[in-house]
């Protein structure tokens, strides 16, 4: 079982960057997948960037070139920088991991508020 905690949320202007944080209470390294997903209020749930545990990435075209992802599996945490924000990136933002061994299993953490101001 694996517990996922964001943080690093908050208040910026347009054209700045922010880090988030995303802490696991337990090992990551039987994490398949790990990703960031936000909700802005009204729409759905999207992705906005996904890590393997080689370190292979994907990013929507939204995001790509302003944020990075990675992982630390010897930390048990991933990160999401975020450059060039810009206002409809604010949103709610939330960790994601998936363990594929003997079943399927999801895991979300509570989510980090990311506004953007102009």
């Known amino acids: 079982q694996v517990k996922l905690v964001e943080s690093g949320g908050g208040l910026v202007q347009a054209g700045e960057s922010l880090t988030l944080s995303c802490a696991a209470s337990?090992?990551?390294?039987?994490?398949?997948?790990m990703a960031w997903y936000r909700q802005a209020p009204g729409k759905q749930r999207e992705l906005v960037a996904r890590?393997?545990?080689?370190?292979?990435?994907d990013y929507p075209d939204s995001v790509k070139g302003r944020f990075t992802i990675d992982r630390d599996n010897a930390k048990n945490m991933m990160s999401l920088q975020m450059n060039s924000l810009r206002r409809e990136d604010t949103a709610v933002y939330y960790c994601y991991g998936l363990e594929a061994a003997a079943q399927v299993k999801d895991y979300w953490g509570q989510g980090t508020q990311v506004t953007v101001s102009s």
């Open positions: 890590i393997s545990s080689r370190g292979n990435t």
């Open positions: 337990g090992t990551i390294a039987g994490l398949v997948v």
